[in-house]
C-alpha cells in the first residue's frame, strides 16, 4: 500500500505530461461520457518568524532537570525559558505544487474525481510551530499522503480529492475524500465542522477535505435532507451529523444535529436580504463528550474535568456600495463560548494549546478534545472582522481584512493584491500584520508577507 501514492503520482503526472497546457481539458467524450484531464500549478512564497525547535526543546530540558525530581509547577512551566524562543527565528519558504485533476462520467448517474497534489518546498522548513501544528491535526481515515526529505529541501504528496458521485433526480451520493461545506459565515463557519477554513488563512480557497459518505436527499429545488458519515481511524474520532436545509419566506435556513469526536452539537443557520443588503447568521450548542477519556486539564486548572458547553454564534451583513465598479463592503462578529484564553507567565496565548498529565510527561500537546469538535479555535471570546474589496480593473482587486480582538484589544491587518495579466495567470501579493500586548488575541502573531501565483492548464 505504501507504493499506492507513489505509484498514482506517476500516473497522473504522466498524463497531465502528455495532455500539457495545450490539451488541457475534455479528453474524450461520447454522450453522456466524458473524460477531463487538467491542472495547477501554484507557486507561494512567504517571509515570517518561527521557531527553532532545538531552541525550544532546549529551553525545555531546563524546565525538566532529570536531576531535580520536581515536577514545575504550572506558574513554573508557563515561564520556562522555551517559551522565550517563539517566533526569534526569521523563516523563509518556497512551496511549488502541481495539482493534476481527473474526471470522468460514465453515464448521467456515476462520475468520478481524483486530484493529487506534488509539491516541492524549499526553505525554513522544520519549525516548533509546524511540527506542533502537525500533532493538533486531524487524521484521514485513508492516508494517502507522505514526505520525502526535510529541511531545507522536500517532496510532499497527497490525495487532495478523490471521490464517486451519484446522482439521481431525489438523491444524490458522494463517497471518499471530498469537501463538504455547512454554515454561511464568511470569516467564520461554527457550524462546519468538517472543512472550516481560518479568516486568515494565505489559500482561502484551500480545504483538506473530509473522507466520508454523503447523501443528500432531494425534496425539492430548495430543500433537502443531507447524512454525513465520516469514519475516524478509531470509534472516538467518527463522525455523524444531519442537515436539513430549505427555504421559508425568502430566508435560506440550515438545522445541523450531529456528533463530532464524542462531542453532540445542534447548530442554524440562516440567510437572506435585508434591504438592498444581505444578511447571515449561524448559532450551535455544543455539549462535548463526558467519558473520562475525553476530559480536559488546562495549565493551572485544579485537575481533569469533562469541558463544559458552550455556545458559538456568527452575525453577518455585506453590502456593495454603487461607487466605481463597486465596493463590497463585509462585517461579521463572532461570539466564542469555547475560547482559550490568553494563559499567563511567557507562554502567554500559546499556553492554552498545552494541558497537564497525571504523569510523565505532566505538560504535553492539548488533546482535540479541548476544542469539542469545533474547528473554530481562537483565544478571545469575541471577534469582529471587516473586509473591503474593490476592482480597480478587470485584471486588478485589491482586498482588506481587519479583524479586531475585544477581548484581548488586539488587531491583525490583512490587505492584497490579486492581478491576472492571462487567462491562464493568476498572481496574489499580500501582508499580514498586527498591533496588540502579548496577552491577547493577535498581539503575538509575526509579520507575515506572501507572493502567491496561479498557473492554469
Not at 41 to 70: K, Y
Not at 140 to 164: C, T
Amino acid at each position: 500500500m505504501a507504493c499506492l501514492p507513489r505509484a498514482c503520482t506517476l500516473a497522473l503526472a504522466g498524463l497531465g505530461l502528455a495532455t500539457g497546457p495545450a490539451g488541457a481539458g475534455e479528453v474524450w467524450r461520447s454522450g453522456d461520457a466524458y473524460l477531463d484531464l487538467g491542472g495547477t500549478v501554484r507557486e507561494i512564497t512567504l517571509v515570517s518568524r518561527g521557531t527553532s525547535p532545538e531552541a525550544f526543546e532546549a529551553g525545555l530540558v531546563q524546565c525538566f532537570q532529570s536531576a531535580v525530581p520536581n515536577v514545575p509547577s504550572p506558574s513554573e512551566f508557563a515561564n520556562c525559558p522555551a517559551f522565550a524562543a517563539v517566533g526569534e527565528k526569521r523563516v523563509a519558504t518556497s512551496s511549488t505544487r502541481l495539482r493534476l485533476r481527473m474526471e470522468a462520467r460514465a453515464n448521467a448517474h456515476w462520475s468520478a474525481v481524483i486530484s493529487f497534489d506534488n509539491e516541492f518546498l524549499a526553505g525554513t522548513l522544520d519549525t516548533f510551530e509546524g511540527r506542533f501544528g502537525s500533532d493538533l491535526a486531524g487524521r484521514d481515515f485513508f492516508d494517502a499522503s507522505g514526505q520525502i526529505g526535510e529541511d531545507p529541501v522536500a517532496y510532499r504528496y497527497s490525495l487532495y480529492r478523490g471521490y464517486l458521485n451519484f446522482e439521481s433526480e431525489h438523491l444524490e451520493a458522494v463517497v471518499g475524500r471530498q469537501r463538504i461545506p455547512w454554515g454561511v459565515g464568511r470569516l467564520w463557519n461554527p457550524v462546519d465542522r468538517f472543512n472550516a477554513i481560518r479568516p486568515l488563512a494565505l489559500q482561502p480557497d484551500e480545504s483538506p477535505g473530509v473522507d466520508a459518505i454523503n447523501a443528500r436527499i432531494l425534496f425539492s429545488d430548495f430543500s433537502q435532507l443531507q447524512l454525513v458519515f465520516a469514519p475516524g481511524r478509531d470509534a472516538q474520532e467518527h463522525k455523524y451529523a444531519a442537515r436539513l436545509q430549505g427555504m421559508a419566506r425568502n430566508i435560506d435556513y440550515g438545522f445541523v444535529a450531529g456528533v463530532f469526536s464524542g462531542a453532540t452539537t445542534l447548530g442554524a443557520d440562516f440567510s437572506g436580504n435585508l434591504a438592498d443588503a444581505a444578511g447571515r447568521a449561524e448559532i450551535v450548542y455544543t455539549r462535548p463528550g463526558t467519558g473520562a477519556d475525553r476530559n480536559v486539564w488546562p495549565v493551572g486548572a485544579p485537575g481533569a474535568a469533562p469541558l463544559d458547553d458552550f455556545w458559538q454564534l456568527v452575525v453577518s451583513v455585506d453590502y456593495n456600495i454603487d461607487w466605481g465598479s463597486g465596493v463590497y463592503v463585509l462585517a461579521e462578529h463572532l461570539y466564542n463560548g469555547n475560547a482559550l484564553g490568553f494563559g499567563f507567565g511567557l507562554a502567554g496565548p500559546l499556553l492554552g494549546f498545552f494541558e497537564q498529565t497525571a504523569g510523565i510527561p505532566y505538560y504535553a500537546a492539548t488533546s482535540a478534545d479541548r476544542f469539542g469538535g469545533s474547528q473554530v479555535i481562537t483565544r478571545s471570546s469575541q471577534l469582529t472582522g471587516l473586509q473591503v474589496g474593490y476592482e480597480l480593473t478587470p485584471e486588478i482587486r485589491l482586498s482588506a481584512l481587519v479583524i479586531y480582538d475585544w477581548d484581548g484589544e488586539s488587531a491583525v491587518f490583512f490587505p492584497s493584491v490579486a492581478y491576472s495579466p492571462l487567462a491562464w495567470l493568476d498572481l496574489t501579493l499580500g501582508l499580514q500584520t498586527t498591533a496588540g500586548g502579548p496577552y491577547s488575541e493577535f498581539g503575538d502573531a509575526p509579520t507575515t508577507g506572501y507572493l502567491l501565483a496561479d498557473f492554469y492548464f
